[in-house]
């Protein structure tokens, strides 16, 4: 079983993917999303929204990191897609799932869901980009509206020559109300040769064995349980490496301690110097949010912090 970090825009960049991954477990991150018009970005963008390409396209911990592009233009995905190889990226994923409106409105994210051929144009566009060796992994929803072609985007996103296929088991419609769907993906990743990643809803052990047992998927994703347990995937490794039929009540794992999230927090706030002051303390505020559905501390942390604005403030009420 491999587990990957979810790109969760606005939570997920440079700093919390050395922070998390730094708690082991995860087999590879992927970067917020990069939306590509129809130009070549500079350099720098790049190393902005992947700092981790100066270090070989890998966190503190080791742990490679997917560039994620979104975007329509084949052409446009494929120019970037190469420079960010040439520039370290260990691997590239495609976003076709992102349900913002702004997005969709420029053909992006899950509105291609609706054309799953122009989704396979865009993959094949990408692989011919890059070396072979090279990962090209595409993230999907099970559809724009309805789950219907789910199979056939997922089949000829394979044929375009994708390494690997994430499903986020919702629809765009369905936004991000639970449940997620997970049995919708057990066709797919039956019909297909390339690993399916079932993403959706896993916030628990509980949760990770019902998703891969109704997805059929071995591997899967984790974002927003990640962000409020943030060692739920060295939590699901410990039982799984203690094999099926073991009794989860008698686990040994230890989970961790608010202190040692309030420290990871601190460390988050402390990064914040890279934001314009008046954002620097958003990131934090927005992760304590997550931690409130695993850590009852967090609620009361984040209702003392949530109106101040300089990161002075909030670390001398945080800690
Ligand atoms: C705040 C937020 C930002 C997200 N940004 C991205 C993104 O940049 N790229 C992407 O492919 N998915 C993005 N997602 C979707 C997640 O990667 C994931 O598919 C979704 O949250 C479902 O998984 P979960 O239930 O484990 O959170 C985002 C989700 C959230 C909550």
């Not at 992927?30 to 890998?58: M, N, Q, S």
């Not at 559809?143 to 985007?153: A, I, W």
């Not at 850590?295 to 003392?304: G, K």
Request: with cysteine.
């Amino acid at each position: 079983m491999r587990i990957m970090l979810a790109p969760m825009e606005g939570v997920t960049d440079f700093h919390l993917r050395k922070i998390l991954t730094g708690l082991g477990g995860y087999h590879r991150c992927v970067t917020e999303f990069l939306r590509v018009t129809d130009h070549l970005y500079p350099d720098r963008v790049f190393h902005k929204i992947c700092p981790e390409l100066k270090a070989g396209g890998v966190t503190d911990s080791g742990t490679p990191v997917y560039l994620q592009l979104l975007g329509s233009d084949t052409i446009a995905l494929a120019l970037n897609a190469a420079r960010a190889v040439e520039l370290g990226a260990s691997g590239i994923d495609l976003n076709f799932g992102c349900p913002a409106k702004t997005v969709n409105r420029h053909g992006g994210g899950s509105a291609l869901l609706r054309s799953p051929t122009t989704v396979a144009n865009i993959v094949q566009s990408v692989r011919e980009a890059v070396e072979p060796s090279v990962p090209v992994t595409a993230k999907i929803r099970l559809g724009f509206d309805d789950g219907s072609r789910v199979l056939e985007t997922a089949s000829l996103i394979e044929q375009a020559g994708a390494t690997e296929l994430c499903i986020h088991a919702r629809t765009r419609a369905d936004g991000y109300r639970p449940p997620a769907y997970w049995e919708q993906v057990y066709e797919v990743s039956r019909a297909l040769s390339i690993p399916v990643i079932i993403n959706g809803e896993i916030w628990s052990v509980q949760d990770s064995r019902l998703a891969r047992k109704d997805s059929g998927c071995v591997d899967l994703m984790l974002g927003r349980g990640a962000l409020s347990v943030p060692d739920l995937a060295l939590h699901l490794k410990a039982v799984h490496d203690r094999g099926t039929g073991a009794d989860d009540s008698v686990s040994t794992y230890q989970p961790l301690a608010w202190n040692a999230v309030v420290d990871m927090l601190r460390q988050l706030l402390e990064s914040a110097s890279d934001f314009p002051p008046k954002y620097a303390g958003n990131r934090t505020k927005q992760w304590l949010s997550y931690l409130k559905r695993g850590y009852p501390e967090a609620t009361d942390v984040f209702d003392r912090i949530k109106r101040l604005r300089t990161v002075d403030d909030i670390a001398a009420a945080l800690f």
